[in-house]
């Protein structure tokens, strides 16, 4: 995208050539120049960027840190250590929370998208009597947020018996009109004739679905699924609420009621803290595209 | 999630419906029982799922919101009561003065850090590439590990910030600890936790911005100040609009994780935002009714919140152009 600018802006001032003294003239392609300005500005960026990722780096030191040396001044571990992750991975259940976490993470990931792109190819190919209807109520329940109804939300997963279970920590999380309201967005974007085609050939509406239409949306979901699993592995208020059971603890609240008990052990909490965050970090490092590209289309598609 | 949609890209009529000539009128009266039928198979686990959990509470909660529960199983019908109480609870309005100051100082910074740090990575930079990831970085974090981080660093005497700022002779701050200070300090770690997500947004909305409008600026002899004005700022608007939205309703309703493990709502009630008060009262004191009842004012606030934006944006769109 940078360097489609990047030749635009060239074409665009090549026009005006002879009208002007000539402007510092950019070569199209590579485009990083170690101009004054850029320099400055990369200083500028550099210095913003390390204060940024400073409290993440300086978690992950002092992790391999001693419990003596935990509050030294020094940023790397004078006597590096990996007892803290010894510990936490065997005094610790940690190892099981991850499990849930990944586990619950996983799943509401795939159903939650098979769902939403389901409903979402109803709303905006389907013609049927009251859709805007269905569509606005749907898109209305994205004003609620969790902790607002966090106790009828209980009273109802009470009420279905799902207290203290993998599927009370597993179907609520599943609905949300965020992804259905994102599809749609896309699916309408489709010329009619794609699916006049295939109904003239016989498909039905479940093959028109699954063959012509999630294959060409291949990207966004991916870029969905990233952000549904980095949203579930991260959230925290729901499963503390509604499971009591250690057995069941998802990472985030394993690590917060491990912090709770071992308070002045600040050395093991760093090493749990740096524990939960690695895998959102690397589904960062390895998919940083499809969780910009999901923000981006949230909001603008 | 948040609610992160622009207050409605709602296309009401799908572009579906241009084409009206009859014959293909009659073919779709044939189909449409077929189609009425597929439609309602496919909408079906998410409406049911919907139904039960979003909004069945919803309803509960505005029910509940006229009880008093007393955390024995004895329920009684209050009537207003609950809403009279919340006039007069210190702690319940101390509660909506912090949110709402919180708001009044977290929107706006939130605003200016993502703009400004978009117009950073969208500059020809070397490396700009890195720079952007380490920005954004923090976001993928949980609020849990946030919380517990910057608790590490900023442990009163030992902990990394003040060892740094007694360089400088600043000497034992309690940043979560004294009440002048945690309002601040929660405030700058939610800018530093969400300024990546802004910053892809305004980033997104700045690369929409034809180049040409800069070019043609720039041979007019616009200054970078003046093209900031007369171009970037006006047409950033539906974007601008996007983020003011949307960050109101994800700070109100957010921010609970770290509140929760950060400061616990303390001290002296100092950061005890609106969405942790609930949380207190339902589970701490077993308040169910006051608590849903505090529950159905903040929904109602962002609702009328919401329906004004979506109506002074016309449904999230701005025709400038």
Known sequence: MTSDIATRTTTGSTLHDGARPAAPRRKPGREKKWTKKSTTLFVVGVVIAIVTIFPLAYMVLSSFKTEADIYGTSLLPPHWTFENYVYVFTQVPFARYMFNSFF??????????????????????????????????????????????????????????????????????????????????????????????????????????????????????AALAVFFFLANWNSFVWPLTITSNPDLRVVQVGISTFHQQYASSESYIVAASTVAAIPTLLLFFFFQRQITESIKTSGFK | MTATVRAGTIETNGSRRSATDSSKERRRSARARREGLAALLFLLPDSLGLLIFVFIPMVIAIVLGFFRLDGF???????????????????????????????????????????????????????IGVIRSALFAPYVISLVVVGLMWQFMLADKVGVVNQFLSAF?????????????????????????????????????????????????????????????????????????????????????????????????????????LIFYIYQQAFLYGEYGYAAAIGSVLVLVLLIWSAFMFRITKGGRIDDE
Do not use: C
């Not at chain 1, 109803?122 to 109520?137: D, M, P, S, W, Y």
């Not at chain 2, 199983?73 to 207003?80: A, K, M, R, Y």
């Open chain 2, 169 to 273: 002779g600043v000497h034992g701050i309690s940043w979560l600890g004294d009440p002048h200070y945690t309002l601040g300090t929660v405030v700058v770690i939610s800018i530093w936790f969400q300024m990546g997500y802004y910053m892809i947004i305004f980033l997104s909305g700045l690369q929409d911005i034809p180049a040409e409008l800069y070019e043609s600026a720039r041979i007019d002899g616009a200054g970078a100040w003046q093209r900031f004005w007369n171009i970037t700022w006006p047409m950033l608007r539906p974007t601008s609009l996007f983020v003011f939205v949307t960050a109101t309703i994800a700070v109100i309703t957010g921010g609970f994780d770290l509140i929760y493990i950060l400061t616990g709502g303390g001290p002296a009630g100092t950061t005890s935002l």
């Open chain 2, 73 to 127: 199983g004895n329920i009684s019908f209050v009537g207003f009561g609950n809403y009279i109480r919340m006039a007069q609870d210190p702690q319940f309005l101390q509660s909506a003065g912090i949110t709402a100051l919180y708001l009044v100082i977290l929107v706006p910074a939130i605003f200016v850090v993502g703009l400004l740090l978009a117009l950073l990575v969208q500059q020809r930079i070397p490396f």
């Open chain 1, 104 to 221: 619950v993470s996983a799943f509401v990931t795939v159903v939650a998208l098979l769902f939403h792109s389901m409903a979402a190819y109803a709303l905006a190919r389907l013609r049927f009597k009251g859709r805007e209807t269905v569509f606005l109520i749907m898109f209305s329940t994205l004003l609620v947020s969790l902790p607002v109804v966090l106790i009828p939300e209980f009273e109802v997963v009470r009420l279905l018996g799902m207290l203290d279970s993998y599927w009370g920590l597993i179907v609520p999380s599943l609905f949300s009109a965020f992804g259905i309201f994102l599809l749609r967005q896309f699916y309408i974007s489709l010329p009619d004739e794609l699916e006049e085609a295939a109904l003239i050939d016989g498909a039905g509406y479940w093959r028109i679905y699954w063959n012509v239409i999630l294959p060409l949306f291949r990207p966004v979901l």
